[in-house]
């Protein structure tokens, strides 16, 4: 399979570029013990809350396509919903199904998962929030 995931940190400068690393050092140490996307987010989570105390928060989507499937695995942590452009109809629907509280908000949080068959020549749209302020 391939995974891929996307996060915005709250806030800026220093503590924001750390927050980043730990997530970026969790995720990976993380996705070798677990597979489900929304089981990486549930574990992400409560390994972050033991280490960030600034206030900050975290959105994040972690997304794994199987191999030889074509199924999309998902789950959402308040980040902005990703866009499915079918291409058969030439439609873009929202993932918006799926999608839990941000990470370091509550312990324990369910992050469920998920899943879409893509057709060929489907597209996954991913984005963060600067793309929907700019101006």
Not at 2 to 16: E, K, M, Q, T, Y
Not at 41 to 51: A, I, P, Q
Not at 86 to 109: E, Y
Request: one cysteine or more; glycine letters at 8%; charged letters at 15%.
């Amino acid at each position: 399979s391939v995974g891929v995931a996307l996060a915005d940190v709250s806030g800026h400068g220093v503590s924001a570029s750390f927050i980043t690393a730990l997530f970026k050092a969790s995720f990976y140490r993380i996705t070798h013990s677990y597979e489900a996307p929304g089981d990486i987010l549930y574990h992400l989570n409560n390994e972050l809350m033991d280490m960030v105390k600034t206030g900050d928060y975290i959105t994040a989507l972690h997304c794994r396509l199987l191999d030889n499937a074509n199924l999309l695995e998902y789950a959402g942590a308040g980040h902005p919903y990703p866009l499915h452009y079918h291409a058969s109809t030439h439609t873009v629907t929202g993932l918006t199904d799926h999608n839990g509280t941000p990470l370091v908000w509550f312990k324990n949080m369910d992050y469920s998962t998920g899943s879409i068959t893509l057709a060929p020549g489907d597209k996954i749209l991913a984005f963060t929030d600067g793309v929907t302020e700019m101006q």
